[in-house]
């Protein structure tokens, strides 16, 4: 089943000369190569989000793997790197720090927790979504009895008020309830895979 995803932000160090996403882009590409992007390692959504904007754009932009998404964060800040494109939560606390630039959401519907900040096809970047998401998975043998024991607790638990807050909290976007089901699940994993994997396989991305 479907549990919370994360979407990405598009962010920039404060000297980068751009007031919104068509300018950012706009100086990536006349930057090319000079350009860093920060990632929070090999094979995680900032990595396929920096290969999608090379893609997607055509800046040669450069990619910069991090362990982790703080130490992308902190280059960032200091003026080491030049982008980074990371999970909402991660940027959250710096919507109005005036030390780097947020300028959309990665998906196609705003945050609420950030409800000034465009989504990219607001921005002009149609149909760029990439978030971080979640699920449960059980062995196929499983019985559909327990399947639906546990898709019932996930259910109970994710209309929890406290549970939902907290998610909330935390950047996180909590499914529809048409999307908590095991058939709405399947669907949306197989649409991911058929999305992701070319971009995957033609980028040679491995996971560490």
Known sequence: MLLPDTPLFITSKKAVPA?????????????????????????????VAGVMLQQRTGAPVRLVHYRGGEPALQDLISGHIDLDMNQSSVFLPYLNDDRIRIYTVMANKRLPQAPDLPTVDEA????????????????????KDIIRKLSAAAVDALNDPGVRRRFTDLGQVIPSADQLTTEAFAAFQKAEIEKWWPIIKAAGIKAE
């Not at 002009?124 to 019985?143: C, D, E, Q, R, V």
């Open 19 to 47: 007031n919104n996403l068509g300018e950012l882009i706009t100086w990536a590409k006349a930057n090319g190569d000079k350009v860093l992007v920060g990632t929070s390692g090999v094979g995680t959504s900032p990595h």
């Open 124 to 143: 002009g970047l149609l149909g760029f979504y990439l978030s971080s998401w979640n699920g449960i998975w059980a062995p196929k043998a499983t019985p």
